[in-house]
C-alpha cells in the first residue's frame, strides 16, 4: 500500500501506472534501506495483468554462491547429494508473473552473465536437466547501493545493469518528504490497532472487566507510549498468575508457534484489506496479490464468509 501527498510520490504513482500498462520493461528501484522498494515493487506487480501470477522475491544477498544456480533455475532429481526430487528454481516459479531481484549489486558478478542469458532467451535450463524451460518473467530490481557507481568500477556488469534498467525509480528519504509522515503513519497505527483487536476479542476473560482494565493498564506501560500492539498484551494463564501470551497475539519472550502467527497475521491483513476496499473481492484479492480463487479460499477457512 503506498501513501504519499508529496511530489515525489505522486510522480512515483505516476510512474507505477506507466508501468502496469507495459508489463514487459524491466524496472530498478532504488533508494535508502527502509523506503519501500518491495512495496512499490509489489504496486507494479498488482496493477499489471500479471497480478493473478506470483510475486517472488528474492534477497540476492542472501544466496551463498554454490547454491545460486539451483536457486535461480532449478534442479531435476539426482543433480547432487540430496537432490531427491525436482525443484522449481526462482526464474520458473515466478513464470507469468514478477521476480523481484532485492540487493541485486550483491549478486556474484560470475552468475551474473547466466541471469543476463536468460533474461535475453526467456529460457532456464535447471542444474543436471537435459531439456530446457521457456519462462515469461517480468524483472523488478532494487538497490540501496550506487548500481551505475558499481558498474564503472567494474563490480557489476554494464551489459546486465542496462538490460535491468528499462526503467530507474529513485524513492527519496522519509526526511525529504516529510508530507508523507503522518498518512504512513497513520495507516500502520490503524493496522496496529486492527492486530490488537483481533487478540484481545480471541481471549476469554474471566475476570471480566476488571481483567480488560488490568491489560490494558499492563499494555501501556510495557509499550512505553508507543501504539499498543498484539505483543504488548500480557494475558494471565487460567492456572497460574504468570502473565502468558494471548491466544491471538505475540509475546517476544514466548512467541506462538510460527504457523498460528502467520495465520493471524493474515487474517489481519485479510480483514484490514476487506474494509479498505468495502467488500469488494476484486479489488481485495488484486490488492493482497492473490486470485480472486485463493482469496475465496481463505475467506472459507477463516470463517470470513
Known amino acids: 500500500m503506498l501513501f504519499g501527498n508529496s511530489d515525489a510520490m505522486r510522480d512515483i504513482h505516476t510512474i507505477i501506472h506507466q508501468l502496469c500498462n507495459n508489463d514487459t520493461t524491466?524496472?530498478?528501484?532504488?533508494?535508502?534501506?527502509?523506503?519501500?522498494?518491495?512495496?512499490?515493487?509489489r504496486a507494479i506487480h498488482d496493477g499489471s495483468r500479471r497480478v493473478s501470477e506470483p510475486f517472488v522475491p528474492v534477497?540476492?544477498?542472501?544466496?551463498?554462491?554454490?547454491?545460486?544456480?539451483?536457486?535461480?533455475?532449478?534442479?531435476?532429481?539426482?543433480?547432487?547429494t540430496g537432490a531427491t526430487e525436482?525443484?522449481?528454481?526462482?526464474?520458473?516459479?515466478?513464470?507469468?508473473?514478477?521476480?523481484?531481484?532485492?540487493e541485486i549489486g550483491d549478486?556474484?558478478?560470475?552468475?551474473?552473465?547466466?541471469?543476463?542469458?536468460v533474461l535475453d532467451d526467456g529460457v532456464?535450463?535447471?542444474?543436471?536437466?537435459?531439456?530446457?524451460?521457456?519462462?515469461?518473467?517480468?524483472?523488478?530490481?532494487?538497490?540501496?547501493?550506487?548500481?551505475?557507481?558499481?558498474t564503472d568500477a567494474k563490480l557489476f556488469r554494464s551489459d546486465l545493469?542496462?538490460?535491468?534498467?528499462?526503467?530507474?525509480?529513485?524513492?527519496?528519504?522519509?526526511?525529504d518528504r516529510r508530507e508523507d509522515i503522518l498518512p504512513i503513519a497513520?495507516?500502520?497505527?490503524?493496522?496496529?490497532?486492527?492486530?490488537?483487536?483481533?487478540?484481545?476479542?480471541g481471549y476469554a476473560f474471566r475476570g471480566n472487566v476488571r481483567e480488560l482494565m488490568n491489560i490494558i493498564e499492563n499494555a501501556l506501560i510495557v509499550s512505553e507510549g508507543a501504539a499498543i500492539q498484539p505483543k504488548h498484551l500480557r494475558f494471565r494463564s487460567p492456572d497460574a498468575d504468570v502473565p502468558t501470551p494471548p491466544v491471538t497475539g505475540i509475546d517476544e519472550a514466548n512467541p506462538l508457534p510460527p504457523v498460528v502467527e502467520t495465520m493471524l497475521a493474515e487474517q489481519a491483513q485479510i480483514?484490514?484489506?476487506?474494509?479498505?476496499?468495502?467488500?469488494n473481492i476484486t479489488k481485495t484479492a488484486r490488492q493482497l496479490g492473490l486470485t480472486r480463487r485463493s482469496l475465496y479460499r481463505r475467506l472459507e477457512k477463516y470463517g470470513f464468509r
Open 86 to 102: 525436482y525443484h522449481k528454481g526462482h526464474l520458473e516459479s515466478a513464470d507469468g508473473g514478477t521476480l523481484f531481484l532485492d
Open 186 to 201: 497513520q495507516y500502520y497505527l490503524n493496522a496496529f490497532a486492527a492486530e490488537t483487536m483481533a487478540a484481545l476479542e
Open 161 to 175: 545493469y542496462h538490460r535491468l534498467t528499462g526503467m530507474i525509480i529513485w524513492i527519496p528519504p522519509l526526511r
Open 26 to 41: 524491466s524496472v530498478l528501484i532504488t533508494g535508502e534501506t527502509g523506503v519501500g522498494k518491495e512495496v512499490v515493487a
Open 124 to 150: 532456464v535450463m535447471p542444474v543436471s536437466a537435459t531439456q530446457s524451460k521457456k519462462v515469461d518473467v517480468r524483472v523488478i530490481s532494487a538497490t540501496n547501493a550506487g548500481l551505475s557507481a558499481r
Open 59 to 80: 534477497n540476492c544477498g542472501a544466496i551463498p554462491s554454490t547454491l545460486w544456480e539451483s536457486a535461480f533455475f532449478g534442479h531435476v532429481r539426482g543433480a547432487f
Open 107 to 117: 549478486m556474484p558478478i560470475e552468475h551474473q552473465v547466466k541471469l543476463l542469458r
Open 271 to 279: 480483514r484490514r484489506a476487506l474494509a479498505e476496499n468495502r467488500g
